[in-house]
């Protein structure tokens, strides 16, 4: 996904790599390629000149102009940057509760529902009881989706066909998972091609209702800058916990990634790389940040 942000930021510092002795007109010019290789890449403008303006007087503070390798320097300082920029360290999931409830919100098609199966597949490995919840009460073929990915992985899902009320599918849910004894449950919401006042409504009440330990918001990447308006509509709404950043497999250049956490002050949690089952893991950013300038 970042292959051509990568490219830019490359040969921006390249030109400081193998330089002697370097000016800061030198670091300006590069500070400034570095700044327009991110908006490139789809980072809104604000979030790519923090970013740079910081890489700048980093880069002062430690004296880049008279380093030995001053070429070297500035890679890590903007690496410390982009790292930061996505939230530092990786980020848990928090499940307490018995069980725990997680709540997954997102727009139509941002892959909630694959998402929710990954999810509940990656919490059976480690032994969890999980019940996956359908509350998706617009879409007939969602709870079916659902139905066929629980089959898959071998999770049982809630699911009431008839039953047009998200927020007494999921209560009801609840009760089934408490004398199951199972120890966590992933509620897949109904979302809309885009934000509505009804589809928020319900989301907030199904949250009143199942008091989740966690809310996670899942979104496109390759969406972009409206990635990142979504993601704060949506935690203005439900104050959620983290993000998941699917089809990152895709041509996304990168830009949401990068802007999530500055925007909206919650961290990615999980990326998502495919349509399998186990297409799913652990959004690392200081990973990211050396693959990015690798
Ligand atoms: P929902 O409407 O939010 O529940 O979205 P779905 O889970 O149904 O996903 C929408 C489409 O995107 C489906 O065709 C999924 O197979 C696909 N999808 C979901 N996550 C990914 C991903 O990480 N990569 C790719 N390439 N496709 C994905």
């Known amino acids: 996904m970042f292959e051509n942000l990568s490219d830019k930021l490359n040969k921006a510092i390249k030109t400081l790599k193998g330089q002697g002795r370097i000016s800061d007109i030198n670091v300006a010019a590069t500070v400034k390629e570095v700044r327009r290789a991110l908006m490139d890449a789809d980072v809104n403008y604000k979030v790519a000149k923090d970013v740079t303006d910081r890489v700048r007087e980093k880069a002062i503070d430690r004296k880049v102009m008279i380093a030995v390798e001053p070429g070297q320097l500035f890679v890590k300082i903007v690496q410390e940057e982009l790292m930061e920029l996505m939230g530092g360290q990786a980020q848990s999931i928090n499940l307490k509760g018995s069980p725990a409830v997680v709540l997954i919100a997102g727009l139509q098609g941002s892959g909630k529902t694959t998402f929710s199966g990954k999810f509940a597949s990656y919490l059976k490995k480690q032994g969890r009881q999980v019940l996956l919840v359908a509350c998706d009460v617009y879409r007939p073929a969602a709870i079916t989706q659902l139905q066929v990915l629980g089959e898959q992985i071998g999770v049982e899902v809630f699911a009431e066909p008839d039953n047009k009320n998200a927020v007494d599918i999921a209560k009801n849910a609840l009760a089934y998972a408490k004398t199951k004894g199972k120890s966590v449950v992933i509620v897949d919401t109904a979302g809309r091609l885009a934000v509505d006042e009804v589809m928020m409504k319900e989301v907030e009440e199904i ?75 652990i959004f690392y950013p200081d990973r990211m940040a050396s693959r990015i300038l690798g």
């Open 207 to 281: 949250k009143k209702t199942v008091s989740p330990s966690e809310i996670l918001f899942v979104v496109d990447s390759m969406t972009g800058q409206d990635a990142v308006n979504t993601a704060k509509t949506f935690n203005e709404r439900l104050d959620f916990d983290g993000v998941v950043l699917t089809k990152l497999d895709g041509d996304s250049r990168g830009g949401a990634a990068l802007s999530i956490k500055a925007v909206v002050n919650k961290p990615i949690k999980f990326i998502s790389t495919g349509e399998k089952m186990d297409a799913l893991d």
